[in-house]
């Protein structure tokens, strides 16, 4: 039979495709991995995993097993927090997933919160892609996720908590920057920034510019919020950017102009995501109730939804 390991490490190269970074994801060495890989292909007489000079593929069964092999890891994830929480409820290391689109702005004006609501609650986070946080939320890598939605895979359970709005940046000697509020109109042929793919943010810019008549500029993805600031900045592009991040990282300084559209109102949302057999499924759902109260008192940029 295969060990927990190995099928972890399976989970690990599948996501990665890579042998340095999936050992890097499980701690351990690279030539450990490869290793226990290889054991794991003689013990089930497949093979698993095409090694080439420049890249890692996995076979159609071993992308099957692998894909299994992420609820048998999530299941056994569930039967130890089912375990702990028999005994002490909602405490621990609670392991939560958040896109740096997000995290940085966010994190800030809850944690406090939820550290005094829940004194025994102690909270991983780490930083991702929506796409990969899915992916990990599903294997067992991560208790909860706060992301941009929509999230629409079926073992999930989401619960909305508010829309930020989305707000235009530019340089101060655009033409945009001498208006209070921007129209539709305002933005066709205009160049936008958007960040890398993989993000819900990168999509969403999209499907602006297709509405709007913005080009998106392919060619000048950023790779974080920052980056977009920067190049809008210079009179590379717009960008439009999230409210909390413009208040955290650009308030009054006055660098960039910040202008909103009159209409329609341009807003992302945001959402608690974790998996239905959760034993902490009735805990989540206090959590995302006490994220919109938190909102409500503390962010007047945002719109709460209950």
């Known amino acids: 039979m295969p060990t927990f390991r190995q099928l972890t490490y399976l989970v690990a190269l599948a996501d990665e495709l890579h ?4 050992a890097e994801r499980v701690n351990v060495t690279q030539p450990t991995l490869s290793a226990q890989l290889q054991a794991l292909e003689r013990r089930m007489k497949v093979r698993l995993v095409e090694r080439g000079s420049n890249r890692v593929t996995l076979t159609p069964i071993g992308r099957e097993i692998a894909d299994r092999a992420r609820t048998v890891l999530a299941d056994v994830q569930d039967m130890v927090d089912l375990a702990a929480a028999s005994q002490h409820g909602l405490h621990g290391t609670i392991r ?8 940085p702005y966010l994190l ?5 919160a939820l550290h005094e609501a829940y004194p025994d609650l102690k909270l991983y986070v780490k ?9 990990q939320l599903l294997a067992g890598g991560y208790d ?18 508010f829309r930020e709005p989305l707000l235009i940046v ?8 001498s208006k ?9 042929g205009e160049n936008v920034l958007a960040i890398e793919q993989g993000h819900h943010l990168h999509d969403q810019v999209r499907a602006i510019c297709e509405e709007f008549g913005a080009t998106l500029l392919r060619d000048y993805e950023g790779t974080s919020l920052d980056t977009l600031r920067h190049m809008a900045g210079m009179g590379v592009g717009l960008a439009f950017l999230p409210a909390l991040y413009v208040r955290s990282e650009i ?13 329609p109102s341009l807003h992302r949302l945001i959402g608690l995501t974790w998996r239905k057999r959760s034993v902490h499924a009735r805990q989540f759902s206090a959590i995302a109730e006490l994220v919109r109260s938190l909102a409500s008192d503390r962010l007047p940029e945002v719109s709460v939804i209950r």
């Open 180 to 188: 209070e509020k921007i129209s539709r109109s305002d933005l066709a």
């Open 96 to 103: 939560l997933g958040v896109p740096p689109t997000l995290g």
């Open 127 to 135: 930083e991702g892609k929506p796409v990969d946080l899915q992916t």
């Open 144 to 161: 909860i996720v706060i992301s941009p939605l929509p999230i629409t895979h079926t073992d999930f359970e989401v619960e909305r908590v």
């Open 170 to 177: 530019s340089a101060h000697d655009h033409a945009i920057a």
């Open 19 to 22: 042998f340095r970074r999936a």
């Open 251 to 263: 308030g009054s300084r006055g660098e960039v102009a910040v202008r909103k559209l009159s209409a």
């Open 108 to 112: 800030p004006h809850i944690v406090p």
